[in-house]
């Protein structure tokens, strides 16, 4: 965490140990079929983008952009395909999230976890849900109060209790009144899929 909680120093060393796990898998990739190295890029280089990585929702382009490039390399590793072709295509044939969808991902799955009372108290507490003063139909669509005004946009709007209401609410109601964890996992990619892909 640095100084202005911009995480500069944060996403440098998180693309610096992605990017030397993607070297040592290159090194072995000519021996190694797809689904194999499939598994190690999700193993060594996923699994640390998609760590904490609610931390990093409303970062700058410029920092979101770095993390990008590491899940593009990756991505081009595992499908053997030159720097010059567009990543586009690969992403979707990977079926992947591209990173800023990886994080709303990650925050809307938090917030399903609170309003189905799976997370701690203290998370519990910065996403009460929306009370109508009277009888209304959208009285069970599970809506999120919010109650937390930013009066600074970069500090602010990065956080928990500003990000977890405005992602929430924006959401289908068929997917926000899912039976089960993974029904609302797979649900969810689905429709970020679907946002992000299509339009493209």
């Given at each position: 965490?640095?100084?202005?909680?911009?995480?500069?120093?944060?996403?440098?060393?998180?693309?610096?140990?992605?990017?030397?796990?993607?070297?040592?898998?290159?090194?072995?990739?000519?021996?190694?079929?797809?689904?194999?190295?499939?598994?190690?890029?999700?193993?060594?280089?996923?699994?640390?983008?998609?760590?904490?990585?609610?931390?990093?929702?409303?970062?700058?382009?410029?920092?979101?952009?770095?993390?990008?490039?590491?899940?593009?390399?990756?991505?081009?590793?595992?499908?053997?395909?030159?720097?010059?072709?567009?990543?586009?295509?690969?992403?979707?044939?990977?079926?992947?999230?591209?990173?800023?969808?990886?994080?709303?991902?990650?925050?809307?799955?938090?917030?399903?976890?609170?309003?189905?009372?799976?997370?701690?108290?203290?998370?519990?507490?910065?996403?009460?849900?929306?009370?109508?003063?009277?009888?209304?139909?959208?009285?069970?669509?599970?809506?999120?109060?919010?109650?937390?005004?930013?009066?600074?946009?970069?500090?602010?709007?990065?956080?928990?209790?500003?990000?977890?209401?405005?992602?929430?609410?924006?959401?289908?109601?068929?997917?926000?009144?899912?039976?089960?964890?993974?029904s609302f996992k797979s649900r969810l990619k689905t429709y970020l899929f679907r946002q992000h892909f299509l339009s493209v």
């Amino acid at each position: 965490m640095d100084s202005s909680m911009r995480k500069t120093g944060h996403v440098q060393c998180l693309c610096k140990a992605a990017l030397h796990a993607i070297r040592m898998i290159g090194n072995i990739r000519q021996y190694l079929d797809q689904k194999t190295t499939t598994m190690l890029v999700h193993a060594f280089v996923t699994s640390r983008l998609d760590a904490c990585n609610s931390l990093l929702f409303g970062l700058p382009d410029n920092l979101i952009n770095k993390i990008q490039r590491v899940q593009n390399i990756a991505a081009r590793l595992i499908l053997r395909v030159p720097r010059h072709e567009h990543i586009t295509p690969l992403l979707y044939q990977l079926h992947w999230l591209p990173i800023r969808q990886r994080i709303t991902f990650k925050i809307l799955l938090l917030t399903y976890k609170v309003i189905n009372y799976m997370a701690p108290d203290f998370i519990s507490e910065l996403a009460p849900l929306h009370v109508p003063t009277r009888a209304l139909r959208s009285a069970s669509e599970q809506r999120l109060e919010i109650t937390f005004r930013s009066s600074t946009k970069f500090y602010g709007d990065r956080s928990f209790a500003f990000a977890a209401p405005h992602l929430w609410n924006g959401l289908p109601n068929s997917i926000r009144s899912a039976s089960s964890v993974a029904s609302f996992k797979s649900r969810l990619k689905t429709y970020l899929f679907r946002q992000h892909f299509l339009s493209v």
